[in-house]
């Protein structure tokens, strides 16, 4: 599990193995938009503000992923402990 801070509210939560970022944020009213949710379209791209994305999507090229700034929620998770989200 990993937390998600939203930038705006300061809001803050965990997100277990096996649901995405995508639907614990949906169940607490902020929709990201998803087309694909496999990583694949970019729909859901979303800006990160701080914390090291574990990139799962096949969208990014490695050097996108590399610079850590953005990843796809649908699919993607965390290798630190938090991401803050410029939600
Ligand atoms: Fe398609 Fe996330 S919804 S990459």
């Known amino acids: 599990a990993f937390e ?7 809001a ?14 949906e169940e607490q009213g902020i929709s990201i938009p998803i087309s694909c949710e496999q990583g694949v379209c ?4 979303t800006r990160i503000l701080d914390g090291v994305p574990d990139h799962r999507d096949m969208y990014f090229m ?3 992923k590399a610079q850590n700034d953005q990843f ?3 699919c ?12």
Not at 13 to 22: E, S
Not at 42 to 45: K, P, Q
Not at 76 to 87: E, I, P, Q, V
């Open 4 to 10: 998600v801070k939203i930038a705006s509210t300061g």
């Open 12 to 25: 803050c939560y965990q997100i277990p193995a096996g649901k995405t970022v995508v639907a614990i944020l």
């Open 42 to 45: 970019g729909t859901c791209i």
């Open 62 to 64: 490695d050097n996108e």
């Open 72 to 74: 796809t929620p649908c």
């Open 76 to 87: 993607s998770r965390a290798k630190s402990t938090s991401l803050t989200l410029d939600l």
